[in-house]
């Protein structure tokens, strides 16, 4: 099956006045859309067509040579794009509790030291790409990536992300990134966040 963009959780002003609507209607409808007709596109006809987009990004070694830079930028941004909106909600922000909680603290030292960590990994991104927590199978990691690229392509799992690309904050921002990353806190869902963490130490 051709993938699809997945419906918002929420409606597009849901997030103001953390994200505005125009953004959230440009970035989900526009940019999304196109990352997976390109996807889709690049696929088509090939095996790997109906492999979870996670499977595809995990492995793109196995993806055609002629095709892989393609399914790189584009399954890659269907994927984040789709774990970006998961992570986000109206009734989101404040600090994660629990196990998860617990791994942040031993980490990286405290909420606020790990807040600090993601947000300079994302301003010092060099222009468009991620800040991601991970977990990399022996704990929790601040990474950053390029582009659309995805940590699964380096053996480590996703558990939160941060857009970087202009497109995801310029509307209302303009060039002003930390501002956003700093707004960007108050939609964090989580409880999303936290069932990814269990599911990655299973």
């Given at each position: 099956m051709p993938y699809e963009v997945p419906p918002l959780p929420y409606d597009y002003a849901a997030l103001e006045p953390h994200i505005d609507e125009a953004t959230m209607r440009?970035?989900?409808?526009?940019?999304?859309?196109?990352?997976?007709?390109?996807?889709?596109?690049?696929?088509?006809?090939?095996?790997?067509?109906?492999?979870?987009?996670?499977?595809?990004?995990a492995n793109l070694s196995d993806v055609p040579d002629d095709k892989r830079t393609t399914v790189r930028n584009n399954g890659g941004g269907h994927l984040n794009h789709t774990l970006f909106w998961e992570s986000m909600s109206p009734d989101g922000g404040g600090e994660p509790d629990g196990g998860l909680a617990d791994a942040i603290a031993t980490a990286f030292g405290s909420f606020s030291d790990f807040q600090a960590k993601v947000k300079d990994t994302g301003v010092a991104q060099f222009g468009s790409g991620w800040a991601w927590l991970v977990h990399d199978g022996a704990?929790?990691?601040?990474?950053?990536t390029p582009n659309q690229d995805n940590p699964l392509t380096d053996g480590k799992t996703p558990l939160l992300g941060v857009d970087v690309?202009?497109?995801?904050?310029?509307?209302?921002?303009?060039?002003?990134r930390p501002d956003y990353i700093d707004a960007w806190w108050s939609t964090v869902n989580w409880a999303k966040v936290a069932e990814r963490f269990e599911a990655a130490g299973s």
């Open positions: 440009v970035h989900h409808d526009k940019h999304h859309q196109a990352y997976v007709d390109k996807a889709n596109a690049a696929l088509e006809g090939t095996e790997l067509a109906d492999r979870p987009i996670e499977d595809v990004i704990g929790l990691a601040v990474v950053g690309w202009e497109h995801a904050y310029y509307l209302k921002y303009q060039n002003k």
